[in-house]
Antibody, heavy 118, light 108 residues
Framework: EVQLVQSGAEVKKPGESLRISCKGSGYKFDSYWIGWVRQMPGKGLEWMGIIYPGDSDTKYSPSFQGQVTIAADKSISTAYLLWSSLKASDTAIYYC???????????WGQGTPVTVSS | EIVMTQSPATLSVSPGERATLSCRAS??????LAWYQQKPGQAPRLLIYDASARATGIPARFSGSGSGTEFTLTISSLQSEDFAVYYC??????????FGQGTKLEIK
């Protein structure tokens, strides 16, 4: 059974750094792209970017390029979403999701709520 | 960047009736279009991929159609558990693989 298990909720202050994680199991983690999706409070889904864990090839949405970093450690089947300096506008739920043979997301993590507030 | 536009923003339908949701792409995405369902407090769930293929475990009352720039998700006979927000997403050629803004399907 394919599972993506994300790290728990975070409460941070503006300017702090953060790394959230997404651990995959039940499939060959390094052979399928895995992506991150943002959902701000009461809003829709925003595609942030994807990474191929096999070689760490990464593609970002222009809206998120330079704002976040997507990384992966295939040895522990885990993808990461990192911020170096959080802003209040980063407050959202962040989902990881895996692709199959194409770039749609067939399996999703449970979401990680991130709150950034002074 | 391809812009995906969904209509209507909100659709009110009675249980047992048919619901038709639309998604338009700003340029052709061929059949590289997926639909997702999201219920409150839950992660999205894949319903349809390649414009018309149902994902594993998705009931036959959900169907997708279209190609190019115009797509439709049809729910043939609404059940109580179908009231949710629905998103389309393209995955044609180059990223970003953008989502539409969503259609909220509510009980009439």
């Amino acid at each position: 059974e394919v599972q993506l298990v994300q790290s728990g909720a975070e409460v941070k202050k503006p300017g702090e750094s953060l790394r959230i994680s997404c651990k995959g199991s039940g499939y060959k983690f390094d052979s399928y792209w895995i992506g991150w999706v943002r959902q701000m409070p009461g809003k829709g889904l925003e595609w942030m970017g994807i990474i191929y864990p096999g070689d760490s090839d990464t593609k970002y949405s222009p809206s998120f390029q330079g704002q976040v970093t997507i990384a992966a450690d295939k040895s522990i089947s885990t993808a990461y979403l990192l911020w170096s300096s959080l802003k209040a506008s980063d407050t959202a739920i962040y989902y990881c999701a895996s692709t199959s043979t194409k770039y749609y997301f067939d399996y999703w993590g449970q979401g990680t709520p991130v709150t950034v507030s002074s | 960047e391809i812009v995906m536009t969904q209509s209507p923003a909100t659709l009110s339908v009675s249980p047992g009736e048919r619901a038709t949701l639309s998604c338009r792409a700003s340029q052709s995405v061929s059949i590289n279009l997926a639909w997702y369902q999201q219920k409150p407090g839950q992660a999205p769930r894949l319903l349809i991929y390649d414009a018309s293929a149902r994902a594993t475990g998705i009931p036959a009352r959900f169907s997708g159609s279209g190609s190019g720039t115009e797509f439709t998700l049809t729910i043939s006979s609404l059940q109580s558990e179908d009231f949710a927000v629905y998103y389309c997403q393209h995955y044609n050629k180059w990223p970003p693989y953008t989502f539409g803004q969503g259609t909220k399907l509510e009980i009439k």
